[in-house]
């Protein structure tokens, strides 16, 4: 399963840059202009991260069987954070780049903002329908002129995942229509379930695994959190920001959740031991909750609609115009992000499709996961995803969000600080951030 905070294997962006960070013997990155290994084939290179899954689902070797003449050419670096701020210097000199780059979700406001010139308008490529994706996935890649620079490779839409045996034990339902009906249309019923919970909690369960996880799945559900539609931003006064920090801060306030951080040894361990009751789960963290709760939870845990459509994750596909092979390389980026192939992806590695056009292909209309009760997750996952809002992402999107969970909600969390301490602290440490 594929998520830059899961698994950072990242795409490679020079040549020099990146010697011996090559996978498996393959040539870093940089466009080749030309023919590829004197085969009279056109090589052309694409720069991911993560173990992004389209090599691992086949499609590069099914583009290939299906265009002779192209042969392509996957790089990569270690992480994230050396990744993006490469990719920033590379299109500013226009070297060293690959044909095709891959952009994180968190990163394309200000990809599409500041560096839209440089990259090829995807939107008028051959093959490449507005329609077919979803409205607020291709407006995050569109700039103020009506060029679209980068197409969607997947999204995170979210539901709830829940533990049935602790739900039984503390005397809630376990059908997922019933638990979804607990909370459906409010975050305030999600906490007052949480509540409920507690009173007849098994010994050394929470409902909750994380404030910090929780609150990103409330603003996750917001069109206008952290900007506003100038660019301004607002997430001091946002009431999207404070409906999640308040719901965040009574889960971690009244012990409602197990003090946890996500991705983290101890996450993992609650998982194995069993020791919380929910978690906020985009589509493609159910692998990863079958990886760590292990055996010993296969038909235990469940999914059910999140209160409201809720978003996290995603990437998309850009074209450098610096590459000597735009024209082959757009059609290759439009043919990877095309629905059949999102529902490949989707088949093969659990990345969700960005195109709602797959949404009725048999890959995800029928997909269930024997792991969690054959819940039918391609249904699931589709009627959220269709009902997430057009959410505005800026620029330091990433570096606000993180800040509000690791320095603001985790003290709340973990350290028993107040709301409002947690509040000022997250505020001191984005405003330094930020420069303001």
């Given at each position: 399963?594929?998520?830059?905070?899961?698994?950072?294997?990242?795409a490679?962006?020079?040549?020099?840059?990146?010697a011996?960070?090559?996978?498996?013997?393959?040539?870093?990155?940089?466009?080749s202009?030309?023919?590829?290994?004197?085969?009279?084939?056109?090589?052309?290179?694409?720069?991911?991260?993560?173990?992004?899954g389209?090599?691992?689902a086949?499609?590069?070797?099914?583009?290939?069987?299906?265009n002779?003449?192209?042969?392509?050419?996957?790089?990569?670096?270690?992480r994230?954070?050396?990744y993006y701020?490469?990719?920033?210097?590379h299109?500013?000199?226009?070297?060293?780049?690959?044909?095709i780059?891959?952009?994180?979700?968190n990163?394309?406001?200000?990809?599409?903002?500041?560096?839209?010139?440089?990259?090829?308008?995807?939107?008028?490529?051959?093959?490449?329908?507005?329609?077919?994706?979803?409205?607020w996935?291709w407006?995050?890649?569109t700039?103020?002129d009506?060029?679209?620079?980068g197409?969607?490779?997947?999204?995170?839409?979210?539901?709830?995942?829940?533990?049935?045996?602790?739900?039984?034990?503390?005397?809630?339902?376990?059908?997922?229509?019933?638990?979804?009906?607990?909370?459906?249309?409010?975050?305030?019923?999600?906490?007052?379930?949480?509540?409920?919970?507690?009173?007849?909690?098994?010994?050394g369960?929470?409902?909750a695994?994380?404030?910090?996880?929780?609150?990103?799945?409330?603003?996750?559900s917001?069109?206008?959190?952290?900007?506003?539609e100038?660019?301004e931003?607002v997430?001091?006064?946002?009431?999207?920001?404070?409906?999640a920090?308040?719901?965040?801060?009574?889960?971690?306030?009244?012990?409602l959740?197990?003090r946890?951080?996500?991705?983290?040894?101890?996450?993992?361990?609650?998982?194995a031991n069993?020791?919380?009751?929910?978690?906020?789960?985009?589509?493609?963290?159910?692998?990863?909750i079958?990886?760590?709760?292990?055996?010993?939870?296969?038909?235990?845990?469940?999914?059910?609609?999140?209160?409201?459509?809720?978003?996290?994750?995603?990437?998309?596909?850009?074209?450098?115009?610096?590459?000597?092979?735009?024209?082959?390389?757009?059609?290759?980026?439009a043919?990877?992000?095309?629905?059949?192939?999102q529902?490949?992806l989707?088949?093969?590695?659990?990345?969700f499709?960005?195109?709602?056009a797959?949404?009725?292909?048999?890959?995800?209309s029928?997909?269930?996961?024997?792991?969690?009760?054959g819940a039918?997750?391609?249904?699931?996952?589709s009627?959220?995803?269709?009902?997430?809002?057009?959410?505005?992402?800026g620029?330091?999107?990433?570096?606000?969000?993180?800040?509000l969970?690791?320095?603001?909600?985790?003290q709340?969390?973990?350290?028993?600080?107040?709301?409002?301490?947690?509040?000022?602290?997250?505020?001191?440490?984005?405003?330094?951030?930020?420069?303001?």
């Open positions: 399963m594929r998520r830059t905070v899961i698994l950072a294997v990242v490679a962006l020079g040549a020099g840059l990146l011996g960070c090559a996978e498996d013997g393959e040539e870093t990155a940089g466009s202009g030309g023919n590829g290994g004197g085969k009279g084939r056109t090589t052309l290179t694409v720069g991911v991260f993560g173990a992004f389209l090599k691992e086949g499609l590069y070797d099914e583009y290939m069987k299906l002779k003449h192209i042969e392509i050419k996957q790089t990569s670096i270690e994230n954070e050396n701020p490469q990719l920033l210097t299109l500013g000199t226009g070297s060293g780049l690959a044909d780059q891959a952009v994180e979700v990163n394309i406001a200000e990809i599409t903002a500041t560096q839209a010139d440089k990259l090829v308008d995807l939107g008028s490529t051959e093959g490449v329908s507005k329609d077919a994706f979803l409205p996935k407006a995050q890649a700039s103020r009506g060029k679209t620079v197409l969607g490779t997947d999204i995170g839409p979210q539901g709830i995942c829940y533990r049935k045996d602790l739900f039984a034990e503390a005397g809630l339902p376990t059908d997922r229509e019933a638990v979804g009906r607990l909370w459906a249309g409010d975050w305030g019923k999600y906490l007052a379930a949480g509540r409920q919970f507690k009173a007849e909690a098994p010994k369960t929470a409902f695994d994380s404030a910090s996880g929780i609150m990103a799945a409330v603003t996750g917001s069109a206008k959190r952290f900007y506003d100038n660019g931003v997430y001091k006064t946002s009431p999207a920001v404070k409906e920090w308040d719901i965040a801060a009574a889960f971690a306030t009244e012990g959740t197990g946890l951080q996500q991705f983290t040894p101890a996450w993992d361990q609650g998982y069993g020791t919380f009751a929910t978690v906020s789960c985009p589509a493609w963290m159910l692998g990863y079958q990886d760590k709760s292990g055996a010993a939870g296969k038909g235990k845990w469940d999914v059910a609609p999140a209160p409201k459509p809720s978003n996290w994750g995603g990437s998309f596909l850009v074209v450098p115009k610096a590459g000597g092979n735009t024209t082959e390389a757009a059609k290759l980026a043919w990877l992000t095309a629905p059949e192939q529902a490949k989707f088949e093969k590695r659990g990345s499709p960005s195109a709602k797959a949404y009725s292909l048999p890959a995800v029928g997909a269930t996961h024997d792991y969690f009760g039918p997750i391609g249904e699931i996952f009627r959220a995803a269709e009902g997430i809002p057009v959410t505005i992402v620029p330091k999107d990433l570096v606000i969000a993180q800040n969970a690791d320095i603001g909600m985790l709340v969390d973990q350290k028993g600080r107040s709301s409002e301490e947690g509040w000022k602290a997250a505020v001191k440490a984005i405003d330094n951030a930020l420069d303001q």
